[in-house]
Nanobody, 122 residues
Framework: VQLQASGGGLVQPGGSLRLSCVVS????????LGWFRQAPGKEREGVSC????????YYADSVKGRFTISRDNAKNTAYLQMNNLKPEDTAVYYC????????????????WGQGTQVTVSS
């Protein structure tokens, strides 16, 4: 299983970005897909997740109302639409085939992509 995250970049506060996560070797029809982030000096945390079984969606409180997770099963690709970005959203964003709520204590579960940098700064 391989995941390729992309779409990061430099954006001003209030701006938007859409991250993509292309998955190969596993059908997103049946898999959970989570987005995570890790800021410098901080632990990795769960941002959003869509479960594989029933499509239930989770958002961290810090991104509710601003971020939207989605997936295109035909393209086996998941997305994270990020609007009204804030400087505190600056981090490396990862996608993985696992849902973890809160702090990520271990990356032993699921398969992880390489991460894409998001920088929110004026």
């Amino acid at each position: 299983v391989q995941l390729q995250a992309s779409g990061g970049g430099l954006v001003q506060p209030g701006g938007s970005l859409r991250l993509s996560c292309v998955v190969s070797g596993l059908s997103l029809n049946d898999a959970a897909l989570g987005w995570f982030r890790q800021a410098p000096g901080k632990e990795r945390e769960g941002v959003s997740c869509i479960s594989g079984s029933n499509g239930e969606i989770y958002y961290a409180d810090s991104v509710k109302g601003r971020f939207t997770i989605s997936r295109d099963n035909a393209k086996n690709t998941a997305y994270l639409q990020m609007n009204n970005l804030k400087p505190e959203d600056t981090a490396v964003y990862y996608c993985a085939t696992v849902c973890i709520y809160g702090t990520v204590r271990s990356t032993s579960f699921g398969s992880w992509g390489q991460g894409t940098q998001v920088t929110v700064s004026s």
